[in-house]
């Protein structure tokens, strides 16, 4: 018990002593009490002493239960008081909570929102694409060409062309792009985009008035992705596989140089064309892919007119088109799409900088028809068949995160030709009249540096080299490419000279870019933006009678794009 529990009962038990002291009878002399009067005065006493003792006992219980209260009252205020400071806590936390609340449900309805940037169409999620383009050209050699420009076909010395330069408006680069997304399930999922631009040119085609010119497809295929499997398969036309990518082997992942130029530049391995892709991921990083993709042969050089016998030769490389196709232009013959087999890795060098190396492989076969003595009864007709097989490499990568990017390429081997922005020449003849595949090799390497988020700065550097395949026929004429007995004599001047020729069979084209975007404006209404490319190209052939002709041209080229999607 507390002490002032103790000293509470002290004070409650001596007023109940002192009312017994006073009700005890007084002493006297006058008689003594007897016996019996002090017996029964000595069990009064007792009575009263037990009746004291019970009230006592009564406020001793009274007493701890008050205490026992006042413990429980005590336990109850502190309990109290801890629910307190608990609620007080959890209403700072409220209160905080309340303060967040404009942001978590601004993210919230930010979420909900509908995406403005696609469209959302029976299960199918359509993103829209492409831009307006006016493009202006300066040619210092006229190629007589709009956007595009043939890097092989620069006008040589005896060519008027080449002594008056060249300059165009062109809006024909604009370009319309759709692409539809759709889940299957979770691990399905299916992409097809379609892109034209405005580059076609029917026979028909001219800009003396108005610009009567056509659409043409750029792309339009199909993929669908296995994401479980890691697998993707590819049908319709789009970049070819050996095109570089900037990651993965995939649609929509290529890295195109930022060139304004619609020929890219030389050295750039491309081409756009039908194909079957199948492709392949690891957890690794490692991704293989095989595809068929369409053929078709650029023919350079000069025929055979005998064989090693003597006998007279007729070939035939190519036809006038059929059905579907355009009967004004001639398509070489073919029975076996071309195939690429490609092996691509992607790893991490930091947290900000990825690595994309690969290796692909190319078979190519080239078809003619070689009738022998077709003027004779002994005339002969054969089909002859030949191939060629050429290997690429190539690499992208941040070499400085968000700053700076690189990438390059390389292939080399036989029938490379038109996989080149060159589109050099694929093969040339033998001495049977069958297509010859020749060895080229080309390469590219470019920087662009983001200089602020606005600006793209950009520097290219190519080349695209072929090695003669030539020899003398049966009537001791020379056939092949880059035959030394070739006449070029008249390729450096425009004025005649007796007895003179221009062969000149291309060897090399060489070229340096240098350019720049500039975004105008980003913000809801799309993106404006301006840039231009100057590029210095050189164009050389082989050596042949009267010398190795070379030809430079100067390009410039500026473009203000509106992109609306």
């Known amino acids: 018990m507390k002490p002032t529990h103790l000293l509470l009962a002290g004070c409650a038990i001596l007023p109940l002593l002192a009312t017994q002291a006073q009700a005890a009878p007084k002493p006297h002399h006058a008689k003594g009490p007897t016996t019996t009067e002090l017996a029964a005065e000595l069990e009064q006493l007792k009575a009263n002493n037990q009746a004291l003792q019970a009230k006592v006992d009564a406020l001793v219980a009274a007493l701890q239960t008050t205490t026992a209260k006042a413990d429980t009252v005590q336990a109850r205020t502190e309990a109290v008081a801890a629910t307190a400071a608990k609620a007080e806590a959890e209403a700072s936390a409220a209160q905080g909570e309340v303060k967040a609340l404009p942001t978590k449900v601004a993210a919230a309805v930010e979420a909900a929102k509908p995406k403005t940037d696609r469209i959302a169409y029976k299960g199918l999620s359509i993103v829209l694409g492409g ?147 199948v492709a392949k991921r690891f957890d690794s990083g490692l991704t293989l892919a095989a595809a068929l993709e369409n053929p078709a042969t650029l023919v350079g050089g000069t025929a055979p007119t005998k064989d090693a016998s003597g006998n007279p030769l007729t070939i035939a490389i190519s036809t006038a ?84 990017d690189l990438q390059a390429d390389l292939i080399t081997g036989e029938g490379v030709g038109r996989y080149g922005a060159s589109t050099l020449s694929d093969a040339t003849y033998a001495n049977d009249g069958s297509l010859k595949p020749l060895k080229e090799t080309a390469w590219m390497v470019g920087l662009t540096w983001h200089a602020t988020p606005t600006w793209d700065i950009y520097a290219y550097d190519g080349a695209e080299r072929l090695n003669a395949n030539a020899g003398t026929d049966g009537a001791g004429k020379a056939f092949g490419y880059g035959n030394a007995l070739f006449n070029n004599a008249q390729c450096g001047s425009i004025a005649p000279i007796a007895g003179a020729a221009c062969t000149a069979n291309v060897k090399d084209v060489t070229q340096s870019s240098i350019g720049f975007w500039h975004k105008l404006y980003v913000g809801n209404f799309g993106r404006v933006q301006y840039g231009a490319t100057y590029t210095y190209t050189k164009q050389s052939a082989f050596a042949g009678i009267g010398g190795a002709p070379s030809v430079d041209e100067n390009i410039i080229m500026t473009s203000v794009r509106y992109y609306p999607f």
């Open 131 to 277: 831009y307006l383009d006016m493009t202006s050209i300066y040619r210092s050699r006229n190629e007589l060409a709009d956007d595009t420009s043939t890097f092989s076909k620069i006008p040589w010395a005896n060519n008027p062309l080449n002594h008056q330069n060249e300059g165009r408006l062109s809006g024909r680069g604009s370009r319309v792009s759709l692409r539809a997304d759709a889940d299957v399930s979770k691990t399905i999922h299916v992409t097809g985009y379609g892109e034209i631009d405005f580059l076609a040119a029917a026979q028909t085609a001219n800009n003396n008035e108005t610009s009567s010119y056509n659409p043409r497809i750029r792309q339009g295929w199909l993929n669908v992705d296995w994401s479980d499997l890691g697998l993707n398969l590819t049908a319709g036309e789009g970049w070819s596989l050996a095109t570089l990518n900037k990651t993965g082997i995939k649609p929509l992942t290529e890295a195109i140089p930022d060139v304004l130029e619609y020929s890219y530049m030389p050295g750039f391995v491309y081409a756009r064309q039908a194909e079957l892709r």
């Open 321 to 404: 088109g059929g059905t579907a196709f355009n009967s004004a232009n001639l398509y070489t013959y073919h029975s076996t799409p071309d195939v690429i087999l490609k092996a691509a890795y992607d790893a991490k060098l930091d947290a900000a900088r990825n690595l994309h190396v690969e290796a692909f492989y190319l078979d190519r076969q080239f078809k003619d028809q070689v009738t022998t003595n077709a003027t004779l009864a002994t005339a002969a007709l054969s089909s002859k068949s030949s191939s060629g097989g050429s290997f690429g490499v190539g690499v992208y990568t941040n070499l400085v995160p968000k700053v700076l």
